[in-house]
């Protein structure tokens, strides 16, 4: 299998590594060489976070670089924006529409641009946005928006459904599986025969 | 999934490792990207680990436990050596009794971090191994080989990862522990451990010829491979380079270098022989480059193609060498950037709005609290290393001509884990020679900024045991400070008050403030509202940068809002709110 390069990007808190590890452990269970990268501490706090997930047979590289992502998975729109150029000629963008405001933003230093949608429609030839909010909520709790994210992500790549529901099970506390397979499923739905 | 296999972070491959090998005691202070390695250590109840103050302590803890004769791991980030030095340096003379592996976490492109220099440099300083892994599976693998060697040629092993390395997630085949047949027991033997200039002398030569007995083992270890393939290119590299040169030239011929230090020259000189073209590629700085072209082998490319600066990567790789560039869109303009901010409710958010209207000097130190440099806040001016603050401010409170002109008055700020690694030190220079200067000890009992780790002040071990909770005021009027103001970081008119009271005053002061970390210890109150019939959108709360405020406009109206699951309702804006607007 050639390497699949999913480049996740959001805020800190959003959820991206939990969603970073439902990949990596789906992988691995399919028997695939996986790599998974991200850069802790001064990305918490509300700052920017990245985690780059690649898998196949064989993966060098834990890191994707700019032009070579086959999924883009925005947890926020400015965070997917500030990421397009990551993505390869023809490949997927799948984005929460949700918006969280930077520090410079919430201060009054910056200006939150109000065409981010259109400028991720611009870049993208596939563009999936999804009300991950909306969907984590009717789930039963906003914050599973990250695995609704997964959800979606999931209908695009060739690994069977009950591998990824498994992998929700072992991973999230167990207090948790329901509402996040919930969440999983509408985002899976969201994006179905568009 | 093999019930032997799992995929961890390098971070967690070494602690596994060090399981794996026997390993009995473990010590550091925490460090992006070096912490998670005790962090999980920790869970393996066989090794006896715990945090140290600081980076020079751990060591030392660790050589201790290395004369008892047991294997011993000691963890830090890149300058933390920097502070280990000191008995670095001797440990290299005295050499181990049990293997003893000193971890150092380098951070090329400062993810996390206020330099990038390049620790390989101390393997040769202080003559001692350098060992590199390239991903989890070699991060545990490498461990069992590098106490092996700590013990067979009798020194530390300096173990360097880089934030990829530490933080990338791959493959792991687990192994078993394996329990080590040494005694663990004191023999006294004064030559080898008392360093005296008698002894010393006697030492050094030991050095040398070790550095020379590891040249040879060099030559044959597995950790040094080759990877013949076309000859037209061969590359030597090391580290996180090796991955993106495989994937970049997989055509390429490697010689992949698990031991940098010392090099293997003849396997170099062979490997170079039969190459067409010579490249060497590493990150940081010509480490192995230069000492490469010293044994007189012809270098194609080096540093002319790769900088001394940053991280490398693939595509990076492949355009320098094949001048293949990938196509590969403008990144959108003009966006807003999303730097880390101060945590809702964190109490070092009023402390830096004041000290900002004072227009003081901030002179500053290393910990969560230096986000009070960035904008919207901007108040620190100087930051070195850690423990700084209060000697870089004793020093310029020395030197600059007191007057009231507040923006020639310095404060130095300094939380409760660096003042407990090496503030303690400034502080008792500067109050025995009598400086005027206000310190201010921002103590929310945790080391926040790599996510909330146990100190000497939390009262808790790394294990969650009950210890001690230094009392910061006590330990400071200890040292014959008589002006300690404890302040209520809640409060803007209690902070600017005693502030200004403090930097009125010729003798110095120091100020606590004791407020626990809001995230650490989850302290939540309800969250607060904005009446929209009295704001005025005049944007003054915003000034004081918290996440869950942002600016609404509707129509022509426009006023704050606050995200009632961001908010703490800590009350700092409300304070800074001139229209009452803000409130329960």
Not at chain 1, 54 to 83: H, M, Q, W, Y
Not at chain 2, 164 to 187: A, D, F, M, N, W
Not at chain 2, 223 to 237: A, Q
Not at chain 2, 535 to 549: F, I, P
Request: aromatic share 6%.
């Amino acid at each position: 299998m050639e390497t699949t390069n999913i480049l996740l990007a959001g805020v800190g808190g959003q959820g991206v590594l939990l969603a970073s590890q439902i990949f990596t452990s789906v992988a691995i269970e399919a028997d695939l060489d996986v790599k998974q990268s991200e850069v802790h501490g001064m990305s918490q706090r509300g700052g920017s976070v990245t985690s780059h997930v690649r898998f196949g047979d064989k993966v060098f590289s834990p890191t994707i670089d700019p032009g070579e992502a086959d999924f883009l998975i925005g947890f926020e729109r400015l965070e997917t924006l500030r990421n397009v150029h990551c993505l390869k000629p023809g490949g997927t963008i799948i984005y929460n529409s949700m918006r969280i405001n930077p520090s410079t933003v919430a201060a009054g230093v910056a200006e939150y641009p109000d065409d981010v949608a259109a400028q991720i429609a611009a870049f993208g030839e596939k563009t999936f946005e999804v009300d991950g909010l909306g969907l984590g909520q009717q789930a039963g709790n906003p914050r599973s928006s990250n695995v609704v994210m997964v959800g979606a992500v999931s209908s695009f790549l060739s690994l069977p459904e009950a591998l990824w529901e498994e992998k929700i099970r072992q991973l999230l506390p167990p207090k948790l599986v329901d509402l996040n397979l919930k969440a999983f499923h509408l985002g899976r739905e969201a994006v179905k025969g568009k | 999934m093999s019930e032997n296999k799992a995929i961890l972070s390098g971070n967690e491959a070494i602690a596994r490792g060090v399981w794996e090998a026997g390993v009995r005691l473990a010590s550091a202070y925490p460090g992006t990207p070096s912490t998670e390695i005790l962090e999980n250590v920790k869970n393996y109840k066989d090794i006896y680990s715990e945090w140290a103050p600081n980076e020079k302590v751990a060591l030392e803890v660790g050589i201790g436990s290395s004369i008892a004769g047991a294997r011993t791991l000691v963890t830090m980030k890149h300058v933390g050596i920097n502070v280990a030095a000191d008995p670095l340096f001797t440990l290299s003379y005295t050499g181990v009794n049990g293997g003893l592996l000193l971890v150092s976490a380098d951070d090329p492109a400062m993810h996390s971090s206020q330099n990038e220099q390049d620790n390989r440099n101390y393997g040769r300083f202080a003559k001692i191994p350098v060992i590199e892994p390239s991903d989890s599976q070699e991060c545990k693998d490498f461990v069992a080989t590098a106490l092996e060697l700590s013990e067979k040629f009798d020194t530390p092993v300096l173990y360097r990862t880089t934030t990829r390395t530490s933080h990338s997630k791959s493959i792991v085949i687990l192994g078993k522990r394996t329990e080590q047949p040494g005694k663990v027991e004191l023999v006294k033997d004064m030559p080898k451990y008392t360093m005296l200039p008698v002894s010393a002398k006697k030492r050094h030569p030991l050095v040398e010829e070790r550095i020379v007995k590891l040249k040879e083992y060099a030559e044959t270890t597995a950790l040094n491979r080759v990877e013949y393939n076309d000859t037209k290119i061969g590359v030597i590299t090391n580290g996180i380079s090796y991955q993106y040169v495989k994937e970049a030239l997989p055509e390429a011929s490697v010689l992949k270098l698990g031991l940098t230090y010392p090099l293997p020259e003849n396997k170099i000189k062979d490997f170079a022989g039969k190459v067409d073209k010579l490249l060497i590629i590493e990150e940081g700085d010509p480490f192995f480059e230069d000492q490469i072209k010293v044994m007189g082998v012809k270098v194609d490319h080096g540093k002319d193609l790769f900088p001394l600066e940053g991280e490398l990567s693939a595509a990076f790789i492949e355009a320098q060498v094949n001048g293949v560039v990938a196509e590969v869109k403008d990144a959108a303009p003009g966006l807003p950037g999303r730097p880390p901010a101060f945590c809702p409710g964190c109490s070092h958010r009023g402390i830096f709005w004041i000290l900002k209207k004072l227009k003081v000097f901030v002179s500053g130190d290393i910990g969560c609290y230096t986000l009070g440099a960035l904008p919207p806040i901007s108040a620190m001016h100087a930051c070195v290393c850690m423990g700084a603050s209060i000697s870089m401010g004793h020093g310029m409170a020395k030197v600059v001509e007191n007057s009231d002109d507040m923006t020639q008055k310095v404060v130095s700020v300094i939380g409760d884990s660096t003042f407990f690694h090496s503030g303690m030190t400034s502080l008792l220079n500067a109050i025995y020679n009598k400086s005027s200067s206000v310190a201010m000890i921002l103590d929310n009992r945790t080391t926040g900024m790599t996510g909330g780790q146990e100190n000497p002040g939390s009262g808790r071990t790394l294990d969650g045991e009950e210890a001690i909770a230094v009392d910061i005021p006590a330990l400071v009027r200890a040292f014959g400070i008589k002006n300690v103001v404890k302040i209520d970081p809640y409060n803007l008119v209690d902070i600017e008050d005693k502030l200004k009271l403090a930097l009125a005053s010729d003798e110095m002061t120091v100020i606590v403030v004791e407020a626990p970390c809001v995230l650490r210890y989850r302290i939540s109150h309800p969250p607060l509202k904005v009446d929209p019939e009295k704001c005025t959108a005049c944007k003054r709360c915003l000034t004081v940068s918290c996440n869950a405020l942002s600016l609404e406009e509707k129509g022509d109206d426009s006023f704050v809002v606050i995200d009632p699951n961001m908010c703490v309702g800590c009350g700092i804006c409300a304070q800074v709110c001139k229209f009452d607007a803000i409130g329960k």
